[in-house]
C-alpha cells in the first residue's frame, strides 16, 4: 500500500482544523462615499487599499504599517530615504555627527510652511523630537530616550544632543515626521485631529474602519515640476484579501498591497493592472507569554514551538511565495548570517516532541490570538501552524480579531502566542529590536541580561560593520534561548495597481510611496 505523501498528510490536518471557528474582523466595504462623490463633481481621485486601519493619527502612538505610507502623504521628515539604507536631504539640507557620536547637528530648509500657516524651523525640531524623548506616556517614547536635548543655535540650526550615541539615528529620523511647535504646545494630542504637516497632501477626513481622505497640497514646496494631477487620495482598509483583489479587478481601487501570491496570476491577467512583486523585508513572528507560572516560561517549551512548525511546507503549500525565517532578520539587513541561520529552528517534530516531554508542560490550553491581514491568507496559515502544534502535544485555541483588542490583550500580557509582523526598513533591525528586545512591548516577561547587553552595545555603534558583528551574536544568543519571538515566514512584497497610475514607488520594506503619483 503506497504511504500518503507529507503534502497529502498536512492537507487532511489544514482541512480537519479549518472546521474549527475563528473570530474575524474585516475592514469597511469596497465603496467609497467620499470617492463617489469626488468622481461626481469631476475630481481626479486615487483610491488605495490595504489590510489594516489607521489606529493612531500620532506618528509616537503604535502606528501600523499602512501609516508609513500615509505620513508620506502628509509629512515631511529631516531625512528621506531611498529603503535601501542611503539617506538624502529632506528638511534638513545638511547633517553631521560629532566624533564621540553624541551631538548631531542638522541644518534646516527655509521657506517651508505647515498646512495650518505655520513655519517649519528648529523650534518644530525640537518640540518634535524632545517630545518624543521626553514624554513617557506615548507608546514610542522608547526610540528616543537617548535624546538629551534639542539645542536651537538658530532659526535653521539644531544641535541633537545625545546621552549615548544613537547608531540608528537617521533611519530613525526617516519615519519621524516633524510637527508644527505653536500649534503643538496651544493644542497638545488634539493636533492629531487634523494632522497639519508640511507635506504635498493635506488630511481632510478620517472615518475609522472606512476610509481616510487627503487633498493635493497645491502650496507644497517640493513639487518642482512633478506636482501630482490627483485631486484627493483617499485609503480604505479592507482586511479581507479577496475583497482588495475584487475591487482591484473591477477598478474601485487603483493600488492594492498585501497580496495572496495565488492571486498573482489572476491580476496580471487583468487588463490595465500591474502586479509588483519582490522579496520583502517583512518578518512574521510569534510573542510568547512567558511570566512566571506560563507555559514558555519553559525554555523547552518555547523550543519545542520553533522545531514543530514546518515553515517550508506552509511556504509551499498555502503561502506560494516567502521564505522561511529561521534568524530574526534576513538576507539585506544588519546582521543577517546565512551560516549560522541554517542552524536553528529548522523543523523537527520528534525532536518537539522530546523537548515537550522534558518540560514541565502538561496539556495546558494555550491562547494563540492573532490579527487578520498579518500575513496573506492568515486563517489557513495559523490553522496550519495550530495543527503542527498540535500534532506534538500542544493544546492550541486560536482566536483572530480585530486590532485594537489584539493591541490592548498583548500589551496587557493576556495571551500565550500573540502572531504580528513587523519590516525592516532602510536595511536596519532597529525597529523591531528596540521596540520588542530592549523595551518589553509585547509584555512577555522573558528577560536576558546578555542578548540586552549586546543589544545596547550594538545600538550604541555607529560603525555598520561593528554594529552588525554585535548584532549576531544577540542573534545566536536568542535563537539558543528560545527568546521572545518565535520566527516565522519572510513576506514577499506584493502590490498591485492601474496602469493609468505613474509616480508609484513600490519598496521591499512594503511602503508604497503615492506623495507624487499622477493618474490619466
Excluded at 88 to 102: C, H, K, M, Q, R
Excluded at 209 to 216: D, I, M, W
Excluded at 319 to 339: H, I, K, R
Aim: glycine content about 8%; hydrophobic content about 35%.
Amino acid at each position: 500500500m503506497k504511504r500518503p505523501s507529507k503534502k497529502q498528510i498536512f492537507s487532511c490536518f489544514l482541512a480537519a482544523s479549518l472546521g474549527l471557528g475563528v473570530l474575524s474582523g474585516c475592514g469597511g466595504g469596497s465603496g467609497s462615499q467620499a470617492s463617489g462623490q469626488a468622481e461626481a463633481s469631476g475630481e481626479n481621485v486615487v483610491t488605495f487599499s490595504m489590510s489594516e486601519d489607521v489606529y493612531t493619527w500620532d506618528p509616537m502612538g503604535q502606528p501600523v504599517v499602512p501609516f508609513y505610507s500615509i505620513q508620506l502623504l502628509i509629512y515631511d521628515m529631516l531625512v528621506r530615504t531611498d529603503h535601501q539604507g542611503n539617506y538624502e536631504p529632506g528638511l534638513a539640507t545638511e547633517w553631521s555627527v560629532s566624533e564621540d557620536g553624541l551631538d548631531w547637528t542638522f541644518k534646516l530648509r527655509e521657506g517651508v510652511k505647515f498646512h495650518n500657516g505655520e513655519d517649519f524651523n528648529a523650534e518644530c525640531v525640537k518640540a518634535t523630537l524632545e517630545r518624543g524623548a521626553f514624554d513617557n506616556t506615548l507608546n514610542m517614547n522608547f526610540l528616543w530616550t537617548d535624546i538629551e536635548e534639542v539645542e536651537v543655535v538658530d532659526d535653521y540650526t539644531a544641535v541633537v544632543h545625545c546621552k549615548a550615541p544613537i547608531g540608528d539615528m537617521l533611519n530613525q529620523l526617516t519615519y519621524m515626521p516633524m510637527l508644527p511647535a505653536k500649534a503643538l504646545a496651544e493644542q497638545g494630542d488634539d493636533l492629531f485631529k487634523t494632522n497639519p504637516g508640511t507635506g504635498p497632501w493635506k488630511f481632510v477626513s478620517w472615518d475609522p474602519g472606512n476610509e481616510a481622505v487627503f487633498e493635493r497640497n497645491d502650496d507644497y514646496w517640493d513639487w518642482g515640476e512633478n506636482k501630482s494631477n490627483v485631486d484627493k487620495i483617499i485609503y480604505k482598509p479592507i482586511s479581507e484579501d479577496t475583497t482588495r483583489v475584487s475591487s482591484m479587478r473591477t477598478g474601485e481601487f487603483d493600488l492594492i498591497s498585501n497580496i495572496p501570491p495565488d492571486q498573482v496570476d489572476v491580476l496580471s491577467g487583468t487588463e490595465g493592472v500591474v502586479v509588483d512583486s519582490q522579496p520583502g523585508t517583512t518578518i512574521t513572528w510569534m510573542s510568547l507569554q512567558c511570566g512566571e507560572g506560563q507555559p514558555f516560561a519553559d525554555q523547552n517549551v518555547r523550543l519545542a514551538l520553533t522545531h514543530a512548525i514546518d515553515r517550508q511546507l506552509i511556504v509551499d503549500s498555502i503561502l506560494g511565495s516567502g521564505s522561511p525565517a529561521y534568524w530574526p532578520v534576513m538576507e539585506g539587513v544588519t546582521g543577517y548570517d546565512a551560516q549560522k541561520e541554517s542552524q536553528y529552528n529548522q523543523y523537527d517534530p520528534e525532536l518537539a516532541k522530546q523537548l515537550l516531554a522534558d518540560s514541565s508542560y502538561n496539556g495546558e490550553e494555550i491562547y494563540f490570538m492573532a490579527i487578520d491581514g498579518k500575513v496573506p491568507r492568515t486563517k489557513e496559515v495559523l490553522q496550519a501552524v495550530m495543527s503542527m502544534m498540535t500534532e506534538v502535544g500542544f493544546n492550541v485555541k486560536l482566536e483572530i480579531m480585530e486590532g485594537a483588542t489584539f493591541v490592548s490583550k498583548r500589551s496587557a500580557g493576556d495571551y500565550d502566542i500573540a502572531f504580528s509582523n513587523v519590516f525592516y526598513n532602510n536595511g536596519s533591525p532597529w525597529r523591531h529590536m528596540i521596540t520588542h528586545w530592549l523595551s518589553d512591548s509585547c509584555n512577555t516577561q522573558l528577560e536576558n541580561p546578555e542578548i540586552t547587553n549586546l543589544l545596547n552595545q550594538a545600538r550604541q555603534t555607529i560603525d555598520i560593520q561593528k554594529q552588525g558583528e554585535l548584532l549576531k551574536e544577540a542573534f545566536t544568543k536568542m535563537m539558543e534561548d528560545g527568546g521572545r519571538m518565535c520566527y516565522f515566514i519572510n513576506l514577499d512584497t506584493i502590490n498591485a495597481y492601474s496602469d493609468r497610475l505613474s509616480g508609484v514607488k513600490c519598496y521591499n520594506d512594503t511602503i508604497v510611496d503615492l506623495s507624487r503619483v499622477m493618474k490619466n
